[in-house]
């Protein structure tokens, strides 16, 4: 009977002041596949999938899964600025974590490999 008061209290409330439940926060910020754009890749083109995982305590991933997939060899995340570095096969893709509330966040920054750079954005699917 009480969750039952509860409940309808708590639907009472929202349909009056028109907001919604807060839900929880999804998980590491890292985690997921992510697609963008590496411009001016001339090796791999200018498109970009990173599929990276956490184990809760390291990051592990690929860069391109399949004919031309890159391990990733080691990723740093700074809280403080929500920067992040990823290393793999010789590349360097740094950048900001943008709209991190969202599921959908973002990724810019840009991508370096050996003496060639370019802009890099990605989006979290």
């Keep these: 009977m009480r969750r039952l008061c509860v409940t ?3 639907i009472i ?6 907001v919604a439940p807060i839900s929880a926060q999804e998980g590491y910020p890292l985690k997921g596949s992510w697609i963008g754009e590496w411009a001016g890749n001339e090796d791999l083109g200018d498109f970009v999938l990173i599929v990276m995982d956490w184990d809760g305590e390291n990051v592990s991933g690929t860069i391109n899964p399949g004919t031309d997939n890159i391990v990733i060899e080691n990723v740093t995340l700074e809280p403080s600025s ?3 570095i990823i290393e793999g096969g010789g590349y360097t893709l740094s950048g900001r974590i943008e709209q991190l509330e969202l599921p959908s966040r973002s990724i810019l920054g840009t991508w370096k490999h050996g003496s060639r750079s370019g802009a890099l954005s990605l989006s979290r699917q």
Excluded: A
Excluded at 13 to 18: A, K, Q, R, V, W
């Design 8 to 10: 309808s209290f708590l």
């Design 13 to 18: 409330l929202t349909s009056i002041f028109n």
């Design 82 to 84: 929500w920067t992040v």
